[in-house]
């Protein structure tokens, strides 16, 4: 599958096909079952890319447990008013534990990227020893930090809509989470590779760089994208 049809199938699955689903079906089936249609589908997609890059590490396992927990969240809501403010908690959920790992001095996406490097037949102990140096650990420490403002932003929002306008904040909802998404993926994308940057001066290993072929270096960026746009 090519990269710009990937990118449309992912537009269409989270972004258009929900608010299709939301226009046309909602009247017929209500708006609790039209909402977890709407999930099943980005479920299933997310579920493909996980399988395509069948790898099996901590950040394979955040990604799909996040996944998994989020469905399950919306499945028990059991009303459509219910499930916006679940997913609205889950985000004040999501925006502490990201504070937390980097009070603890493990950045959730310094880990992302850990796992990516180690991916591209990387020494795991000697990369993580570069990735911790203060440089490119102050890179990881801020995108969490900024995914974690992210998660309260969007929170604090969603309260704010659904109080004044119920359930039609899911149109907003959506057209929010994809906007978010869109502009953090980007920069935790770019603060990743420049981390990566600053880790190399420091020290120089005997692997494969990021980049090689232009083939590999595709399927590694659409990883890269795979593994930040999910969090």
Known sequence: MT????FLL?????????????GTIRDIIGDFPTMICSSLFGVLFSTYRYYKTREFNL?????????????LIDIFSQSAIRLLWNSTFYSLGLAFLYLLSVLIKRPIF???ALDLIVMDGNDRKI??????????????????????LKELVSAFTMMYLIKNFGVE???FDILLDQAF????SLISIFGFLYAYKLANEIVTIKKSPLYGSRQTSCFKLETIYYFFCNN
Do not use: Q
């Open 181 to 184: 998404s869109f502009i953090l």
């Open 169 to 171: 904040a899911y149109r």
């Open 59 to 71: 950040t394979a396992l955040l990604l799909m447990g996040n996944l998994i927990i989020d469905f």
């Open 127 to 148: 990369n993580k020893e570069m990735l911790y140096r203060p440089g490119p650990l102050k890179v990881f420490n801020l995108l969490t930090l900024v995914n974690s």
């Open 10 to 22: 992912e537009l269409f699955i989270y972004l258009i096909l929900p608010l299709l689903l939301w």
């Open 110 to 112: 310094l880990l992302f």
């Open 3 to 6: 990269k710009r049809l990937l």
